[in-house]
């Protein structure tokens, strides 16, 4: 089939621009809006406060004006009651010839202000007598580039295109879900979801085409994610720790510090049974910091060890490495058990005395960085892997450290911090087990998160100055290091040198991301030591920093930072038994999505009330982990912060489905088959795995 205005030159242009290279990509690129086309206003009706609008009316003149780059086009657009301008700044040598004089045509645009007169910057304009029916409603709208635009194909033209290719499948679109599923789900046909979703013929069938494929993204998301999961418990075995002794009740009855709450309980029962299954524990374990997730990867790992296995602990960097190694060593002071510490910085003499332990079984714990998965690093029996800020990581990265024990693969427990809505959880940690820890230890006092405008500053120093007096440490982050012209914001240079002028009798540490690791662990240690009372930063302490001593956290410019940045932030502080405060300092010009999310910081320090919200104002797409999770995945129509009863649907029937049939191998079922593989292929996901 050839497509009427699509050349070689525009073909290639789709190509490059939105990956367009069959008529299958056409239909699946789908409007990320609608307008109502129905009306066609009068000239002397609008005004530059309006949305987009339809005209009908003719161009009686065309000027140029300007030079250079700031040469256009403008042309006198009338029709009975008056007349308006529309300026064209590219492709202004062609347009005179696409749109003649005295020619009727219907105009679509967004009018705006300029020099005191309303006019419409590059119009769609189509003549009265092409104007076709599928306008005359409810019209989609799409997304376009700047060369796409260029090329001239804007909206409009992408919405002929899909014309065309709906017109000429006269034939019933070929259905991807079997007809079980479609009763099931309670959905119309793909070929009527098609039609519909581009050219919908009343706003109740344009529902109905955005459920369908909604749910179809999310089923066959959701049926590949429970396909992995079962042939995983399906054919990898897990160690039996079925053994509770003396070193796990050795630090239950003698060295825990705070009796454990009640969360903490129900997740190690949860590990508990996991790792009596006969099958590979795969848990995510999800809490605030400062939750006590630490101590339960302690007892995970005592629990190995019970049992003759070792354990190994990895964190994204060395200063949390680190502190984890410091902390576990405290915990078991006396317990006789030796815990090890492996980094990228590790001396080689060091080395050549850990190594070997690990390899004989000496030494059951080990904690470390990427250091722990080089060739170098052999394990004896590691039962237990324990990885902390998971996202941090790559998969191949946690998949070799997976591959540690050539017998059979170590249970995982994942760690974060981060906390993640529950969609997104179903989505990118849909092949995980879930707990979650949302209890903080006993004695731990909610942080005060307060909001200050960054002229009044007089009495917020006045503030800190009484914490540092009372011997408490202090954070303030800056979201920049150096200056920039374009975004007037304080910068971290200057913050240091203004923080050492307020507060001569204090010492003052800097850290940032462009530091070398030497230097920032020096600063890092000078802080944590209390040698310096205040520490100057960018985001580089997001994760990494434990200063029980520490109570104020202090964001500079804090419009400029995300919610859940924000709350990883003010969870540097609050770490022990004295009141702390987040203290968020904004300018006063602030858009109604900031004003939100400062709202929400000061409202809770609930961090999946936060996740949640995030999700709504960011999307899922810029949420930390979904690039690393090991599921790819690339909604072209589903949103996850919207969608959670659709997603929760297509979870359900793709798990009945399982349960029926867990290989897929009925007759009924090939259909389903054939689309994953299709879905993976296109999507080069490597990880679908069926037996």
Known sequence: MYLQGIGPKKADVLKQEIGIVSFEDILYYFPYKYIDRSKIFKIKEIDGNMPYIQLKGKIRQYDSMGEGYSRRLIARFFDDTGSIDLVWFRSIRMIPNMYKLNTEYILFGKPTIFNGRINIAHPELETVDNFFHGEVGIQGQYNTTERMKNAFLHSRAIQKIVTQVLEATIDTIPETLPESIIKRSNTISLDKALRNIHLPISNDMLRQAEFRLKFEELFYLQLNILLVTKYRNRKLGGYYFTKVGDN??????????????????????????????????????QGDVGSGKTIV????????????????????TEILATQHYETIKQLLDGLNIEVVLLTGSTKKKAREQILPK??????????????????????????????????????????????????IPPHVLVMTATPIPRTLAMTVYGDLDISIIDEL?????????????SEKRDKLYDSVRKQLEEGRQVYIVYPLIEESEKIDLKNLSDGFLTTQEIFPEYKVSMVHGKMKPAEKEKEMQLFLSGETQIMVATTVIEVG??????????????????????????????????????????KYELSETTRRRIAIMTETNDGFIIAEEDLKLRGPGDIDGTQQSGIAFNLKIANLSQD?????????????????????????????????????????QGWFMIS
């Not at 007892?299 to 994204?316: C, E, H, K, R, Y």
């Not at 200063?547 to 964001?555: F, K, L, T, W, Y």
């Not at 088959?673 to 080069?684: F, H, M, P, V």
């Open 644 to 684: 959670g009863q659709v997603l929760s649907l297509a979870r359900e029937i793709a798990q009945e489905i399982l349960n029926e049939d867990p290989e897929l191998k009925s007759p009924q079922n090939t259909l389903l088959i054939e689309q994953l593989k299709k879905n993976n292929a296109k999507n080069n």
């Open 358 to 407: 690990i390899k004989d079984g000496t030494t059951p714990i080990i904690i470390g960085t990427h250091a722990l998965i080089e060739d170098t690093v052999d394990f004896s029996n590691l039962g237990m892997v324990v990885i902390d800020e998971q996202h941090r990581f790559g998969v191949a990265q946690r998949s070799k450290l997976w591959t540690k024990n050539s017998k």
């Open 441 to 453: 230890p006993p004695g731990r006092k909610a942080i005060k998160t307060i909001h200050r405008y």
């Open 545 to 586: 920093v434990n200063v029980p001593n520490a109570s104020v956290m202090i964001i500079e410019n804090a419009e400029r930072f995300g919610l859940s940045q924000l709350h990883q932030l003010r969870g540097r502080v609050g770490r022990g038994a004295d009141q702390s405060y987040c203290i968020l300092i904004t």
């Open 297 to 316: 990867a302690l007892f995970s790992m005592l629990l190995a060890l019970d049992n003759g296995f070792q354990s190994a602990l990895m964190a994204p």
């Open 248 to 285: 796990f009740n050795g630090f239950y009855y003698n060295n825990l510090p705070f009796p454990l709450t009640g969360a903490q309980k129900r997740v190690l029962k949860e590990i508990r049974q996991d790792v009596n299954s006969g099958k590979q524990m795969n848990r995510l374990l």
